[in-house]
């Protein structure tokens, strides 16, 4: 769990450090403002507008990760990240799972690019996130299909992931990153097909002949 704690850890103290500002303790109240301006993920930055630093354009499809819209929201991710971490990092350890993220914070960023038709600035790790609970379904898609236990708590989780998203997205009167979500989560399903395609026999199951259940 070192790297999930480390990413804990980044994000809780950019937080830390933010809500700090803006309590005025330093750096003054706007900093919150000027950490967005720099560092989140800006749709008009890929057409015509001009960037605060040359590699901002690139740097953007990373950083806006490590940010988050308040301590609440800051903490609910992390709660998150931690508990989906833990299963991902048992069925494929640090590395791989770190590609995984990786994968994902890129692919909610491309996700919110294409499909957005906002100039807002996106932040969050909830990309990520999703891009966690993409391969965790993907694993169990492929369990399931390999050993012959059937297909429909994947998609029941899936629909229940879709409807928490509207469900949010009313909530939020409109300002939920749903593009971010998907990409993440496709991201998530894919990076998971490609650093572990084996699949692991579900309790219960019988094992067939010619797949191993061997540890990564």
Same mark, same amino acid.
């Given at each position: ?8 850890? @980044? ?10 500002? $803006?309590? !005025?303790? +330093? ?9 967005? $301006?720099? +560092?989140?993920?800006?749709?008009? #930055? ?23 819209? &308040? ?7 992390? @709660? ?13 350890? $640090?590395?791989?799972?770190? #590609? ?6 890129? &692919? ?22 999703? *891009?966690?609970? *993409?391969?965790? =379904?993907?694993?169990?898609? #492929? ?16 629909? =229940?992931? @879709? ?10 009167? *409109? ?6 979500? #998907? *990409? ?17 026999? =579900?309790? !219960? ?6 797949? $191993?259940?061997?540890?990564?």
């Amino acid at each position: 769990m070192a790297t999930a704690w480390f990413l804990i850890a @980044v994000c809780v103290i950019i937080e830390v450090f933010i809500q700090l500002g $803006e309590w !005025g303790v +330093f750096g003054g109240t706007r900093i919150r403002a000027t950490a967005y $301006e720099y +560092f989140g993920f800006w749709p008009g #930055l890929l057409g015509n507008w001009r960037p605060n630093y040359p590699l901002q354009p690139y740097a953007m499809f990373v950083t806006y990760s490590f940010l988050h819209g &308040g301590l609440i929201h800051a903490a609910l991710n992390m @709660v998150t990240l931690w508990s989906l971490a833990r299963v991902v990092i048992a069925r494929v350890g $640090e590395k791989r799972f770190a #590609l995984i993220y990786g994968f994902s914070i890129l &692919g909610g960023a491309i996700g919110f690019w294409l499909l957005t038709d906002t100039l807002q600035p996106m932040v969050g790790a909830s990309g990520a996130l999703f *891009g966690l609970a *993409g391969a965790l =379904l993907a694993w169990n898609y #492929l369990d399931r299909f390999l050993f012959d236990q059937g297909l429909l708590p994947v998609l029941q989780l899936i629909l =229940l992931l @879709v409807v928490l998203n509207i469900a949010l997205w009313w909530a939020m009167d *409109g300002q939920l990153a749903w593009e971010t979500h #998907l *990409g993440g989560f496709i991201s998530g399903w894919i990076a998971a097909m490609l650093v572990d395609p084996r699949g692991r026999p =579900l309790p !219960g199951s019988k094992q067939p002949t010619g797949i $191993e259940d061997t540890n990564p």
